[in-house]
């Protein structure tokens, strides 16, 4: 992906390269997020983001991600919003697998 967004291949991604990649990927955001993604990856604040920035991104937005999709089950579970899953016969075997599922030791 970084290859991809890399336009010029010089190893360092723009703000100009990263709004066109995001396009190209389908992403539809506004520039004010494309710009506020640049500078949260952007740590020497250099203009560009480097691999290692880029890498380092992506793996905090994907820990985002499985915190959301777990929260996300979790308010499923979660019908009185009480904050706790009462287990019920119903639903039990559900939620073991879906634990399972998300957070596989």
Not at 68 to 76: E, I
Request: with cysteine.
């Amino acid at each position: 992906m970084f290859r991809m967004i890399d336009a010029d291949n010089s190893g360092q991604i723009t703000l100009e390269e990263l709004k066109t990649g995001l396009e190209k990927a389908g992403a539809n955001l506004k520039d004010s997020e494309i710009t506020g993604l640049m500078q949260a990856a952007d740590v020497d604040n250099s203009g560009t983001i480097d691999y290692g920035a880029f890498i380092a991104a992506m793996i905090h937005l994907n820990k985002i991600q499985r915190a959301d999709h777990l929260f996300a089950a979790f308010s499923y579970f979660d019908k009185d919003g009480s904050g706790y899953i009462t287990p019920h016969l119903s639903f039990g075997k559900h939620v073991n697998s879906l634990v399972w599922e998300m957070c596989p030791l």
